[in-house]
């Protein structure tokens, strides 16, 4: 068990994609129920968006600020924690899965304020462990209205956890993303939970 929360975000406008991402499906899944189903391992999962879908049978939590940015996801999430740390995961990362996560828990120390995965060559701001004590930096950066979560790093003292080219982190942002997804997952050796 991983003594921490997972918020999954679906706050995004999904212009680039043209409908909610959440809700494509691979493999007899939607993204979301692939991502929850990857988090079994955390205390307690939550969804993060700026309202409740009508069809949304998961807990649920409602974004704090009028901003969309990942930075409103993370604040939203930290000012509802009640575990020090907590996973911020977007629903850009449709074939993450619990091995990250393992390596991510098990790579934290008591002196940093986040664990970020790079893979890719990009770090990924949007599936990392945060610590709830960075939460007066955030609140300070979001007065200053400084949204990006990559200059919010720069604040902090973050653990970089180096993955390679891993398909976990290919990045679902426009129906181009996804229908390559859909064409390379049979051949994908993927550990999913």
């Known amino acids: 068990m991983i003594t921490a929360k997972a918020f999954i975000l679906i706050g995004g406008e999904n212009k680039r ?3 909610p991402k959440w809700k494509a499906v691979i493999d007899g ?15 307690n999962r939550f969804v993060v968006g700026k309202e409740k879908p009508s069809d949304l049978n998961k807990s649920f939590i409602q974004d704090e600020l009028k901003l969309n940015a990942p930075i409103n996801g993370l604040y939203t999430a930290l ?14 990362l449709p074939l993450i899965c619990s091995k990250v996560f393992e ?10 304020d986040a664990v970020i995965p790079i893979s890719n060559g990009k770090m990924q701001v949007t599936c990392g462990l945060y610590h709830k004590r960075i939460l007066p930096k955030m609140e300070h950066e979001i007065q ?14 973050p653990t970089i956890v180096k993955f390679g080219n891993e398909h976990w982190f290919w990045n679902m942002n426009t129906k181009k993303d996804y229908k390559k997804i859909l064409h390379i997952y049979p051949e994908l050796d993927l550990f999913i939970y």
């Open 17 to 19: 994609f043209g409908s």
């Open 29 to 43: 899944k939607t993204v979301l129920d692939r991502i929850w189903d990857s988090c079994t391992e955390f205390e």
């Open 79 to 92: 000012k509802n924690a009640k575990t020090d740390w907590n996973l911020l995961l977007s629903c850009d």
């Open 103 to 112: 390596n991510l828990w098990e790579s934290k120390s008591e002196n940093c």
């Open 144 to 157: 200053k209205e400084n949204y990006s979560l990559f200059k919010l790093l720069e604040k902090l003292n």
